[in-house]
């Protein structure tokens, strides 16, 4: 397989996708361009009338429908095609006009929500019975109506919302901070060359074989963040603060129950996956004692624990072999779902090598009017294979979800984004490591989910707890120092990492560089859905009772109940202990699958 770029122009339009399903040409688009215009121009007249009947409030409904379905499909359109080469400049131009679209209809329509909860819920019931066709968004209109009690007045939510920008700026100041101005110098690497240290180039140097590398490289890190704690415990302590103020002012209980609020979540939710990594933390000691031995340590300093000690798998796929193993994968879940799923590969949903001027990564997008596209920059690696699963997940959640809903519902909630691609995810996992001779490729792929588990179970309950303990200052009317956020930080990496690691006090800077402490109290679904998603496959692999046909129905529910009452239908309910035990039952056996192989091949 070639490495070397190439322009766009020069892949084979097979393997790009066909955004001519979305528009034909740009006068198509430009026409719905023009029709969204007129339409959003029109919209301003219901502000006056939207309560005056059901009749009016189910028509301000359907424009808004209307509107938001032609702004999603423009947008498609706009953003596809520029982030397949951001050397266009055409694209560029779309894709700004539509954004400025977007934010002049967000302006326009602004005033629904305020203008409905200045009314009692038994209107609305009122107008249900003077118009059933309201009822279609009855679960919508019950969702906005909870928000009632932590809404204020108009004047005071236009505050709010003059100052949002200004109270939400701590992310990109700390954005700007340490990706532009901080510099880390240089280090040598394992083969004694001078590189330049940077928060992307770290990661890579942490995992280096040579152990000098990867302890200058922590040390010379925290170093420079030592240096500018002061000024980033004032960045992140008035991030805190203002959401705090914010949720205190909304009359929310506190900052952790105003974030959870929007997807109908209960505090308790969150502490019990704290509680239950607690009491869990055995598997993940002997992991990292495991990877001790491995490395031949005498003792594991926290720069040790992203060593690699099983070298990446060297075999090289074809796209067609990527796609023949995701399917042979994944027919676990049925005809009628390979099926659908090979509509992605015959209709071109997937835009699959890199090119000059392409956006980096990959991703999964489309629209209620389109089909879901994916973004690949696939290098024939085992990760672009897997990466292939992953996004698949994304797209079939959406495809199922959409096709499956009216527009009000098509939508699922963050909280459960990576439930399905995570099972993809785990279903190629489990297939190599059944169908494959290959011992080397099997360690490969039990070192990568042993990674995945430490990462996202552990890792991020970790990131959780030390959200929910500054918080908790902060709500104490404590204050938010250095000296305060880096005692719990180390504290907290002494208990999750055991007494076996040496626990070097560098890391209590490690809170200085973490960007999800800007995302207010995130993390915590990264856990879960990893969590939801081992229940869900193991139910699947067992051929547990309805276990495969239940998961299909979650994938076509789209936004039509909440995140919790939805995973319900696979069986899993994140309130219970045992989803997250589940989770951590499932790193063990792959732990003790890892080390037997490994012993075997060593011997």
């Not at 009749?55 to 938001?68: C, P």
């Amino acid at each position: 397989m070639a490495k070397k770029q190439r322009l766009r122009s020069e892949i084979e339009e097979q393997y790009k996708w066909d955004l001519t399903t979305i528009y034909k040409d740009i006068n198509a688009f430009e026409k719905d361009y023009s029709e969204v215009e007129k339409l959003i121009q029109n919209y301003k007249h219901h502000e006056q009338d939207m309560m005056k009947s059901a009749t009016n409030l189910l028509e301000a409904i359907n424009d808004d429908i209307k509107i938001s379905r032609l702004i999603n499909k423009l947008y498609m359109y706009a953003h596809l095609n520029r982030d397949s080469d951001m050397a266009n400049t055409k694209y560029q131009e779309l894709y700004g006009r539509v954004s400025n679209l977007d934010n002049e209809y967000s302006k326009v329509s602004s005033f629904m929500i305020p203008t409905l909860l200045k009314e009692d819920y038994s209107k609305i019931e009122q107008f249900y019975k003077d118009e059933p066709l309201l009822l279609e968004h009855k679960f919508n209109l019950e969702n906005i109506f909870r928000y009632k009690d932590h809404v204020l007045t108009d004047k005071e939510e236009r505050i709010i919302t003059a100052f949002a920008q200004v109270l939400g700026n701590s992310e990109e100041i700390f954005n700007v901070l340490t990706d532009s101005d901080m510099q880390f110098g240089f280090i040598k690497d394992e083969k004694g060359e001078e590189v330049e240290l940077t928060n992307s180039s770290y990661s890579r140097l942490l995992k280096s074989e040579n152990r000098e590398t990867r302890k200058n490289a922590f040390m010379r890190l925290y170093e420079v963040y030592a240096s500018y704690k002061n000024t980033i415990a004032k960045i992140l302590a008035g991030d805190v603060k203002a959401n705090a103020t914010i949720s205190s002012i909304k009359n929310y209980p506190s900052s952790l129950e105003a974030s959870l609020f929007e997807d109908n979540i209960k505090k308790e939710v969150y502490d019990n996956l704290i509680n239950t990594v607690h009491d869990n933390f055995e598997p993940l000691y002997h992991y990292f004692e495991l990877k001790r031995k491995m490395l031949g340590l005498d003792e594991l300093h926290l720069y040790d624990t992203y060593a690699s000690v099983i070298s990446d798998s060297t075999k090289e796929y074809t796209f067609d072999e990527a796609k023949d193993l995701v399917i042979k994968a994944l027919s676990v879940l049925g005809e009628d779902y390979i099926k659908d799923l090979n509509k992605a590969f015959d209709e071109r949903w997937i835009d699959i090598y890199p090119n000059k001027g392409k956006i980096s990564g990959a991703y999964s997008s489309g629209s209620y009017d389109t089909n879901p596209f994916l973004l690949l920059n696939f290098d024939g690696t085992l990760n672009d294979v897997s990466t292939l699963a992953h996004e698949l997940g994304h797209s079939m959640h959406s495809y199922y979800s959409r096709g499956n809903n009216p527009y009000q519902y098509s939508n699922y909630k963050i909280f459960v984004a990576e439930v399905a691609s995570t099972v993809n995810e785990l279903l190629l996992a489990n297939y190599l490591l059944n169908n494959s001779d290959d011992d080397n490729l099997k360690l490969v792929v039990l070192n990568n989910l042993l990674d995945t588990f430490k990462g996202t179970i552990y890792r991020q309950v970790m990131f959780a707890e030390f959200e929910k303990k500054m918080y908790e200052v902060e709500e104490n009317k404590g204050i938010l120092t250095h000296e305060v956020l880096s005692n719990i930080y180390y504290d907290l990496n002494k208990q999750y990492f055991g007494k076996k690691v040496v626990v070097d006090d560098e890391i209590r800077y490690e809170w200085m560089r973490i960007p999800h402490f800007y995302y207010n109290f995130y993390v915590y679904k990264y856990a879960t859905g990893l969590s939801a998603a081992c229940h869900i496959v193991k139910g699947i692999l067992n051929n547990e009772e309805n276990a495969k046909e239940n998961y299909l129905k979650f994938l076509s529910s789209g936004g039509r109940d909440y995140p919790l009452e939805e995973l319900k239908i696979t069986g899993v309910d994140i309130t219970k202990k045992e989803v997250v035990e589940s989770a951590i039952s499932m790193f063990k056996d792959y732990l003790e699958e890892f080390e037997s192989l490994y012993n075997k091949i060593k011997k």
